[in-house]
């Protein structure tokens, strides 16, 4: 979509990570129409795979399966154990916390979640280590190491330095029997990548290279492949758009099931994971829009404007003697809408910004750190990795219908919602809920957002 002059539009959604299209996609499915603006790809771009929705609450590195409790059991644990966490905000609704990942299955291709009844999944990840998820990727899910065959290949190149399939397999065999797994694991190293230069290609340039050439990666692995060999598990870079091609053709040749594991750095998957979200975005009649967007006047709705993301060079007379010019605040765009979905993420969507103390910078609102209030970000953060680390569970309160609260515990606006990782009270890589409040808070958000956006009489700045 294209911005020419003042555009209006029913619901709002600020943010292009898995929140933001799941906010957007929900209030979509509830017949609003819906505009995303999103100034470029942020942390969902980078997950692994995994979709993580709440860990088990017995789980430690020496009973890593904990005791395998259900999903909702665990969203209901942390929930109660953390009376800040989203989860805990939202304590009256998780009653549809299974409505909110069904959906997610249903529009979005490519994101499965294991039953709310189910315990988590083992998902293994490159380094050798297990991962435990409420869901992942479709070409991952079905690799769950509790549930699949004993014997499985682990598939690697023949002398790369970061896929040593003989290395995988000896970590994951460790890693399983101190999980209590009994799971043999083959290693099957593949010369696909047999050039001089191609011991240093990066995750990226490999999966280039399978996209250009599958049938002859499937051959290479048929070559290495041992005869005894009940399921293959493959690194994580099958292909930069859908894997499913690549795994076909496996299961179609060597006969037996197949499937990735998650990523760790430079990680395709979360490149893929992105995908899925625009392609279902624009299925849904979603437009989306790439710029900014900011309120002129701190939380005042009826100000907000949008600008491009691209950024403007410099004028010319900058590089001229004395010829420095005031910085001009130029006008953006008038944005009208009637109802605003904030899903700007933490940090390194830039949801989240320092200058001196937190602050949100799409409309100035009041960031909370472990309390009602804005504060310094010196001592935020512990130097052990274990302790409490303040500085990542900053964000914006909410109420139970996620709307943003002032100083004073009083809501915003009755038309601003909230959702993902901007939320206060919730770390995502400490608490192992980073996409679980992704989806669940997205979901109740954009279906209050479509109601609000049904209620309003006009627009935003016309009096309604």
Known sequence: MVVEGEFRTEVLVIGGGIAGAVAALAARRRGAEVVLVRRALG???????ALDVAPDPLATPRRPRGQELSLEACVHHLAASRPDHPYAILYDELGRFPEALAFAEDAIDGVRFASPTEANRCLPTPVGTLKFSG?????????????????????????????????????????????GLVRSFVPVACDFLSRRDDVLLQPFEIAARIDDDPAGFVASVRRALSPNV?????PPVLSRGDPEVVLRQLEDALYVPASESLATRQSVLGQRLQR??????????????????????DRDLDTLEYRPARPLPPPAR?????????????????????????????????????????????????????????????????????????????????????????????????????????????DPARDGSAMGVAVFSGYIAGRRAAVVAAQGTSFAGEGG
């Not at 989306?288 to 002129?296: D, M, N, P, S, T």
């Open 318 to 426: 900058l590089f001229l003697p004395n010829g420095q010019e005031p910085e001009k605040n130029e006008p953006g765009t008038p944005v009208r809408a009637r109802a605003v979905v904030l899903a700007t993420g933490k940090y390194l969507a830039g949801g989240l910004a320092k200058n001196g103390c937190l602050y949100e910078p799409t409309l100035r609102l009041p960031v909370a750190v472990s309390g009602p209030g804005c504060a310094s970000t010196f001592r935020l953060t512990a130097h052990e990795v274990v302790e409490e680390q303040a500085f990542f569970r900053a964000g914006v309160r909410v109420d139970g219908g996620l709307r943003p609260l002032d100083e004073g515990g009083a809501i915003v606006d009755e038309r601003l919602l909230a959702c993902g990782d901007v939320l206060a009270g919730h």
């Open 230 to 234: 009940k399921r293959l598990l493959l």
């Open 43 to 49: 942390a969902t771009a980078l997950s692994s795979g």
């Open 135 to 179: 869901g992942a990727l479709h070409s991952i899910i079905d690799g769950d190491l509790a549930r699949v065959e004993s014997q499985i290949g682990v598939v690697g190149f023949r002398d790369h330095l970061e896929y040593d399939a003989e290395l995988w397999a000896r970590l994951l065999t460790d890693a399983c029997a101190a999980a």
């Open 276 to 297: 899925y979200l625009d392609e279902a975005l624009e299925r849904e009649g979603v437009a989306v829009v790439r710029g900014e967007i900011r309120a002129r006047d």
